[in-house]
Nanobody, 118 residues
Framework: QVQLLESGGGLVQPGGSLRLSCAASGRTLSETSAMGWFRQAPGGRRDFVAEVTWGSGKTDYAPSVKGRFTISRDKAENMAYLQMNNLKPEDTAVFYC??????????WGQGTQVTVSS
């Protein structure tokens, strides 16, 4: 199973930017179907944010982040990224990276906290 490690979270003012990284290790990612991000606000459920198809690079976004967030992947480095611009207080959440293998269950990272506050 792939191990996932997120980084890049922190405290940022409204309107600011952050870039989250997700490092994947443990097996070859040629067996990966997609990687992406969910987030969970305090007291809330874990909601889909964005996904990138590993092979084609096709992307998908939640309506609430479309136009502000950009997901990308680096196949050579086994990395996925989430560039977040024009952050809003309602973006405050723990962000979780995930990996969907071609066969087998989805894997999750431990999460990284993003706080948007003045």
């Amino acid at each position: 199973q792939v191990q996932l490690l997120e980084s890049g979270g922190g405290l940022v003012q409204p309107g600011g930017s952050l870039r989250l990284s997700c490092a994947a290790s443990g097996r070859t990612l040629s067996e990966t179907s997609a990687m992406g991000w969910f987030r969970q606000a305090p007291g809330g459920r874990r909601d889909f944010v964005a996904e990138v198809t590993w092979g084609s690079g096709k992307t998908d976004y939640a309506p609430s982040v479309k136009g502000r967030f950009t997901i990308s992947r680096d196949k050579a480095e086994n990395m996925a990224y989430l560039q977040m611009n024009n952050l809003k207080p309602e973006d405050t959440a723990v962000f979780y990276c995930y990996e969907d293998p071609a066969i087998g269950p989805r894997g999750w990272g431990q999460g990284t906290q993003v706080t948007v506050s003045s």
